[in-house]
């Protein structure tokens, strides 16, 4: 989750820097520092936000062209200044920045403290200077490598010295890295867009790859020393992607983003009557010896996944497990040669659906990942991918990402079926062009975000929304109570509308409003009886439906009309309105929309 930037150039080191970490705040953090290597390694570092550095290193900062930064999301420790990286070994001649959990830091502190090494914070972090100090004996690669073959647990890190004044040396496991190729100037980072104002050639770090960089190139090796030849990989967007483009908070920008998102996930992807996903690599024979299917990710990648349950279920007829990536991997699941496994991972490196990813292959499954992003930990390591183009998701809270990996549950529902033949081409071929209709369905919902606007302003004192549907309507349910409880801190829960009276109607007050959706014909009559009993309970009810779904506009104080489509692709249209909800309520209340407290943009460790 933290942010890592580190240079060595011909440019003033400081500017470089906080460049490259405002370009990283869509992770997440508490916290942000920086230092540099002059005379001697001069840190600065404070809890809060980047702002809030710039204004401690004032105007006369050192003009060096080497040093490292960082923005942390605290795991040991607080936030505060002590526990904010970069930190420095007892003598201060070294200095690192790290992302990810040492797991024995514990064990290594001890030892490292009976040597006489002074520790001054809370964090697994600072025992990676004292251990680099501990080996050092005038080799600064030798001494990382001793450091690599002690430590357990994830971590990406960069290690400044003041004994090697001319280098910084990086390495990886389990956490995302990438190195930037200028000339005469090189970059390291947590992800590609905190070096793209300055290049576009980046080599891709693989786990177990140490790297040291000079002034006159960058060398890759193993964590042996063994040397590593890297392609080249151009990055093909643009910077300005990263940028709010006139929207007041990147999440405003995003989710009118959602179109072209879902324009360009489809695309060259759909046919009159077929789905063509040349991506995916199992035979027909081997999809037809497919006994079962698990689907696992985290948060919002979660709740498409519980989409995409229903949606295999339904058009395969083969059983569906959907399981939380945290968990996967402790309840022994049933997992063998005939399973396929479907990973979901926004960022591609989520740290618990890489454990889960992992321990599938072990056990035998083929494995593909939906993620969003190319050259990511999930997409290498999984044997197939199915990219969603959703382009760079700067804020925190996910929305394009979260429909476009919707669109990737129905190519992949739509795909296995045509294989297995289980669903007719004239079926399919609905679907499809169901799915082709969706981009411009979605700027037609869009278009409503003003009145969305104005009945947002009614939740600006609320302190309780419950949201409720059935069918595929309860697994949107889902995220938009994610959605509105992550970026304007109500308490939003979202149940199954049939649940309602097994408890939860307790609960409801005229103080309390409800988001009813009601899109699933087959149980619309039940959904809106359950209106009726929120509505006889006093409760505040916005409802979501389809055009020519008058009951329910009956039934309920506002009611949100989408335009039709299939049952199967309504979840890719609902969820947008709830998306809005969420972002004006947020704004309404004064939030920060797009770094909400506690949270961060991509989870790396478990």
């Known amino acids: 989750m933290c942010g890592i930037v580190g240079y060595i150039g011909k440019q003033p080191a400081v500017p470089v820097l906080l460049e490259g970490l405002k370009k990283l705040e869509y992770r997440g953090y508490d916290s942000a520092g920086v230092a540099v290597l002059d005379d001697k390694i001069m840190t600065c570092k404070t809890v809060g936000k980047l702002a809030a550095l710039e204004e401690k290193l004032g105007q006369n900062y050192s003009q060096t062209s080497i040093g490292i930064g960082h923005t942390r999301w605290a795991t040991h420790g607080r936030p505060s200044d002590i526990n904010s990286h970069p930190h420095m070994d007892t003598a201060e001649q070294f200095s690192v920045v790290h992302n990810g959990i040492i797991e024995n830091y514990l064990e290594l502190k001890e030892g490292l403290m009976e040597e006489g090494h002074q520790f001054i914070s809370e964090t697994d972090t600072e025992v990676l200077p004292h251990l680099v100090s501990h080996y050092y004996e005038g080799d600064l690669e030798a001494a990382v490598r001793k450091v690599l073959r002690d430590v357990r647990g994830s971590f990406a890190f960069v290690v400044m010295s003041r004994q090697n004044p001319d280098m910084l040396v990086a390495a990886r496991k389990d956490s995302p890295m990438v190195v930037g190729l200028g000339e005469g100037e090189y970059f390291v980072a947590s992800d590609i867009p905190a070096i793209l104002n300055y290049t576009r050639k980046t080599y891709i770090i693989e786990d177990g790859e140490m790297v040291v960089l000079t002034r006159d190139g960058v060398k890759v090796t193993d964590f042996d020393g063994n040397p590593h030849s890297k392609e080249v990989y151009e990055v093909k967007w643009d910077a300005v992607a990263a940028e709010k483009g006139g929207y007041d908070h990147f999440m405003l920008k995003e989710i ?298 009956k039934s309920v104080d506002h009611v949100i009309y989408l335009p039709k489509t299939v049952a199967e692709l309504a979840p890719i249209l609902t969820v947008i309105p709830l998306q809005l909800l969420a972002y004006y309520v947020a704004v309404a209340r004064g939030c920060d929309v797009d770094k909400p407290r506690n949270l961060a943009k991509s989870v790396t460790v478990e």
């Open 256 to 553: 009118f983003e959602q179109p072209k998102a879902l324009r360009d996930t489809m695309s060259g992807r759909l046919g009159e009557q077929e789905v063509k996903l040349q991506e995916f690599n199992l035979s027909a024979e081997e999809v037809n010896d497919l006994r079962k299917v698990f689907i696992v990710a985290c948060g919002t990648a979660w709740h498409a996944g519980l989409v995409g349950k229903t949606l295999i279920e339904r058009w395969v007829r083969i059983p569906v497990e959907v399981d939380i990536a945290s968990e996967f991997r402790y309840r022994s699941p049933l997992v063998d040669e005939h399973t396929l496994v479907v990973v979901i991972s926004q960022s591609g490196e989520t740290a618990d659906t890489m454990a889960a990813l992992r321990e599938a292959k072990k056990l035998g499954a083929h494995v593909v990942a939906v993620t969003n992003v190319v050259g990511s930990s999930v997409s290498r390591e999984a044997h197939d991918v199915i990219y969603t183009w959703a382009g760079p998701e700067i804020a925190v809270a996910s929305t394009k990402a979260y429909t476009t990996q919707l669109e990737g549950m129905v190519l992949l529902g739509l795909y296995l079926a045509q294989t297995r033949g289980t669903m007719t081409p004239e079926k399919i071929g609905e679907v499809v062009s169901a799915l082709k209709e969706i981009p411009d369905q979605t700027e037609e919902i869009l278009e409503q975000a003003k009145d969305i606007k104005d009945f947002a302003q009614s939740f600006v004192e609320v302190e309780d929304t419950f949201f409720i549907g059935r069918s595929l309507d309860w697994n949107v349910a889902m995220e938009g109570a994610l959605k509105l409880k992550e970026i304007s801190y109500i308490h939003a829960e979202a149940y199954a509308a049939g649940e309602l009276k097994h408890g939860t109607l307790a609960l409801i007050t005229e103080k309390t409003p409800v988001i009813a959706i009601a899109t699933q014909m087959d149980v619309y009559d039940k959904t809106v009886s359950n209106v009726k009993e929120v509505k006889a309970r006093d409760a505040k009810v916005i409802g979501i439906t389809f055009k020519g779904n008058r009951d329910l506009g």
